[in-house]
């Protein structure tokens, strides 16, 4: 059974990772998280569960307005060619979460480390950043060396490379 919001707050909370929820109407994208931006302070992000010709995972994670090129990001996370989005049920499987609730803090549910956590660099540049923890009715705020910090711990060291630096 995939861990609930309180476990993963539990889980930071004894790694010893400062962190802040906010409470909010279900948010399915971007657009209708952007509604809360004065509200919640930091860099806030989207995230791509995607999968190599070899069915290797990753979860690109990056800021909200920052555009990849699907097409060559491969070239920069170590991918088996172009990737491609996994599936629903592929993403509730391993990580957890559902569209929409998709998130790096997905890696406390993958406990055999399928996924590649990707970083974008950009993102990580801000004092702190935003995730759903699990579930799209809550934000939660940690420092960049906090998410580092928890990713390591379940085993999903992530790789931090300018996605941005893709696109033309």
């Given at each position: 059974?995939?861990?609930?919001?309180?476990?993963?707050?539990?889980?930071?909370?004894?790694?010893?990772?400062?962190?802040?929820?906010?409470?909010?109407?279900?948010?399915?994208?971007?657009?209708?998280?952007?509604?809360?931006?004065?509200?919640?302070?930091?860099?806030?992000?989207?995230?791509?569960?995607?999968?190599?010709?070899?069915?290797?995972?990753?979860?690109?994670t990056l800021?909200?307005?920052?555009?990849?090129?699907?097409?060559?990001?491969?070239?920069?996370?170590?991918?088996?060619?172009?990737?491609?989005?996994g599936s629903?049920?592929?993403?509730?499987?391993?990580?957890?979460?559902?569209?929409?609730?998709?998130?790096?803090?997905?890696?406390?549910?993958?406990?055999?480390?399928?996924?590649?956590?990707?970083?974008?660099?950009?993102?990580?540049?801000?004092?702190?950043?935003?995730?759903?923890?699990?579930?799209?009715?809550?934000?939660?705020?940690?420092?960049?060396?906090?998410?580092?910090?928890?990713?390591?711990a379940t085993?999903?060291?992530?790789?931090?490379?300018?996605?941005?630096?893709?696109?033309?």
């Amino acid at each position: 059974m995939p861990a609930s919001p309180e476990d993963l707050i539990a889980y930071l909370e004894r790694l010893g990772v400062a962190c802040e929820t906010v409470e909010h109407p279900p948010l399915h994208t971007v657009e209708e998280s952007q509604t809360l931006r004065g509200q919640i302070p930091g860099g806030h992000s989207k995230n791509l569960f995607v999968k190599d010709k070899k069915s290797r995972l990753f979860l690109l994670t990056l800021g909200e307005e920052t555009n990849v090129d699907l097409k060559r990001v491969h070239e920069k996370i170590g991918a088996n060619g172009r990737v491609s989005f996994g599936s629903a049920e592929l993403l509730e499987e391993v990580w957890g979460v559902r569209p929409g609730a998709v998130t790096p803090f997905g890696a406390i549910n993958d406990t055999t480390g399928r996924v590649t956590v990707v970083l974008d660099s950009g993102l990580m540049a801000h004092e702190r950043v935003n995730f759903h923890p699990l579930v799209n009715t809550r934000t939660t705020g940690v420092t960049p060396e906090g998410l580092k910090t928890f990713l390591k711990a379940t085993g999903h060291a992530p790789l931090v490379v300018d996605l941005a630096a893709l696109v033309e």
